[in-house]
């Protein structure tokens, strides 16, 4: 059925003119700069203080610069003895308490294990393998070096970790932008820090079409079993953002009007989501078959369609939109691998941009196998690395072979995604590629 033949009741009065196709490149860096251009707008309304418990995996919005030297004080590096010039050294005794911090005189000597407070007048560590103890009199420890001990050691400075010998006051540790992994935690924590002030995760509610869907056990002839629910969440996620709502929507232009929360062209019934959301995806709804209402209620609702179609297999019938409220809609096809692989072209640049992280750069690899034509711009096949055996070191990029639409298991096992023109490509070329973003 074509969208002359949409019965009335459910035709939207909004232009529905065919779409001009965007170059995939050109799609990436749009949602890209739209998504900053939001951020931008929103400025430090869009951070927020985070416990570092919690701000595993969140984007870091400030510089976190060291308000101490690290380490804040002189350390030792090794268990042993500090001490104070040319052995022999007598033995001092513990060290007192923190409120009177030990002093050593030349020929002192004190125990100290890793990580402890080197006390003042410390000029080196001596290792606790190449010492020994002996009593003068019976009754004063002497410490000695061991017989196989260097005869030089311990040297001036040896085994001993300085103050700011890592990091000086001022110095920057982590860097705005950076997404926080295990180890920036440890270092906030070493620098002092309770909390971080990072970018907050842009909201996103998903909305998936179709009633020939079905969420539980074996689809029937006619029926698909739902593979976003499962996966586009975890996908979001992945990419920084945060699932607020997860809804099915009707084919029909009013359940589809009625779950995006726009105001319909007739009375009644709108229903606008509180609070709004950064993002919106939808899968399915984006061709031109009477069942296919998505686009069409956006334009009725006035919303400017910064990409409208791309010029790429799979995944052409997509679209990036800014409604007047200010949410951005990212359309994803209905086939499954045209969806996710959209992720990657829309949602991920839209999403990176809201959180200020640059949008992820094209790498290079060796095809293995050949890219064959197809009539469009570019071409997009989810691919896995093996290594030559012929060139110790080299990597190969194997296409896989179920690349149609609505093929999952190639994507499944992938180590990226190539990226290649519509003209393909022979084995052995250099071919770009996306690492995968989840």
Do not use: K
């Amino acid at each position: 059925m074509t969208r002359a033949h949409r019965p009335a009741c459910d035709a939207p009065r909004a232009d529905t003119r065919t779409p001009t196709a965007t170059t995939w490149h050109d799609a990436r860096r749009l949602a890209h700069e739209a998504g900053a251009a939001t951020a931008a707008a929103h400025g430090a309304e869009w951070t927020e203080q985070v416990p570092l418990a919690e701000a595993l995996g969140r984007v870091a919005a400030l510089d976190v610069v060291a308000r101490t030297p690290l380490p804040h004080f002189a350390s030792s590096a090794m268990d042993g003895w500090a001490v104070c010039g040319p052995g022999p050294w007598r033995l001092r005794p513990d060290a007192p308490p923190a409120d009177s911090p030990q002093v050593l005189a030349p020929g002192d000597a004190v125990d100290v294990v890793t990580g402890s407070l080197l006390p003042e007048g410390c000029d080196a560590v001596l290792r606790s393998e190449n010492g020994r103890i002996r009593m003068l009199d019976g009754t004063h420890p002497v410490l000695h070096r061991a017989p196989w001990c260097p005869a030089d050691e311990p040297r001036p400075g040896q085994h001993m970790r300085a103050a700011g010998v890592e990091a000086s006051v001022g110095d920057v540790l982590i860097t705005r932008g950076s997404v926080l992994g295990p180890v920036h935690l440890a270092v906030a924590a070493g620098a002092g820090c309770d909390t971080l002030s990072a970018r907050r995760r842009p909201t996103v509610a998903l909305a998936f079409t179709g009633d020939e869907v079905v969420t539980q056990g074996s689809p029937l002839a006619g029926q698909v079993r739902d593979s976003f629910g499962p996966s586009l969440p975890g996908i979001v996620d992945a990419l920084g953002g945060e699932v607020v709502t997860l809804e099915r929507v009707g084919d029909s232009a009013g359940s589809t009007t009625l779950a995006l929360g726009l105001n319909p062209s007739s009375s009644g019934g709108a229903r606008e989501p509180v609070p709004a959301p950064d993002v919106v995806v939808t899968t399915g709804g984006t061709g031109a078959s009477a069942a296919d209402h998505v686009r069409a209620v956006l334009l009725e609702a006035g919303a400017e369609f910064v990409v409208d179609g791309i010029d790429v297999r799979p995944g052409g019938p997509a679209f990036l939109a800014r409604t007047p409220d200010g949410r951005w809609f990212v359309g994803l096809p209905g086939n499954p691998l045209a969806a996710l692989l959209t992720c990657t072209t829309l949602l991920h640049p839209l999403l990176a941009g809201l959180l200020e992280r640059p949008l992820a750069a094209l790498r290079e690899i060796e095809l293995g196998t050949p890219i064959d034509p197809a009539r469009s711009h570019t071409l997009l096949r989810p691919f896995t690395r093996h290594p030559d055996a012929a060139r110790p070191g080299v990597d190969l990029a194997f296409p896989t072979p179920w690349h149609g639409a609505a093929m999952l298991r190639g994507l499944a096992d992938a180590d990226g995604v190539l990226v290649a023109p519509g003209e393909g490509a022979h084995a052995g070329a250099l071919a770009r590629y996306l690492p995968l973003p989840w």
